[in-house]
């Protein structure tokens, strides 16, 4: 079992809808959870850092995380052209260490 | 502030030819990093560095090496390109859990 699983998608959605993307992962030991977007041939930018358990809220976006169940959500809402990306989920168990562990990222398409 | 530069943005090479990646922060981060991306195969750790003067191995390393001389630079050196060494290559710097991309190089090695 891979350390961290997300679905390749794509998912295609109609502008104004509710995305959720989903991550799980086998490792206890990850603390801080962050969601990455990534446009077409550019870099990953980081979107949404979090610790703990709970919803963390940004404007249109929502980041939850259930430590219990090793499950890890991003919600978009009115979702529109330009959230168009690969997302990708990413984690870390803290400390020195500060490697993260990536899921492979789902693209996600927003049609106008 | 520009954050995280790689040079170059695009790169043909032949097989066996060597070839060095830069990478250049000015964050003042003291971990970096050195990622392939593939289709299908997501983002993968090749080398890093926690701070100046020391490195170490990632996911995939072979045929890679890298250097920290200094907080800001941290170089990926190619010494005989292979093509399955063709991918998209990110550097990555962080101050803590957070990570923070370059643009990227696109290399294909033929």
């Known amino acids: 079992q891979k350390e961290v699983e997300q679905d390749p998608g794509p998912l295609s959605v109609p502008e104004g809808a509710i995305v959720s993307l989903n991550c799980t992962y086998s490792?206890?030991?990850?603390?801080?959870f962050m969601w990455y977007r990534q446009y077409s041939r550019k870099g990953p930018e980081l979107l949404m850092y979090?610790?703990?358990?709970g919803n963390k809220e940004d404007g249109r976006f929502t980041a939850q995380v259930d430590k219990s169940s090793k499950y890890i959500s991003l919600f978009i809402r009115d979702s529109q052209p330009s959230d168009s990306a690969t997302y990708l989920c990413?984690?870390?168990?803290?400390?020195?260490?500060?490697?993260?562990?990536f899921g492979k990222g789902t693209l996600l398409t927003v049609n106008p | 502030t520009a954050g995280i530069t790689q040079a170059p943005t695009s790169q043909i090479l032949a097989a066996g030819r060597s070839m060095t990646l830069r990478c250049t922060q000015d964050?003042?981060?003291?971990?970096m990093y050195w990622y392939r991306q593939d289709l299908g195969l997501g983002l993968r750790l090749i080398h890093y560095?926690?701070?100046?003067?020391?490195?170490g191995k990632g996911e995939v390393p072979d045929g890679y090496s890298v250097s920290r001389a200094n907080t800001d630079d941290f170089p990926l050196t190619l010494a005989s390109a292979v093509p399955s060494q063709t991918s998209v290559y990110f550097c990555?710097?962080?101050?803590?859990?957070?990570?923070?991309f370059g643009p990227g190089t696109r290399l294909t090695v033929l």
């Open positions: 990555a710097s962080s101050a803590g859990d957070t990570q923070y």
């Open positions: 490792n206890s030991a990850f603390q801080y």
């Open positions: 979090t610790y703990s358990s």
């Open positions: 990413a984690m870390s168990s803290g400390g020195s260490n500060y490697k993260l562990t």
């Open positions: 964050m003042r981060h003291n971990a």
């Open positions: 560095s926690n701070t100046a003067g020391t490195t």
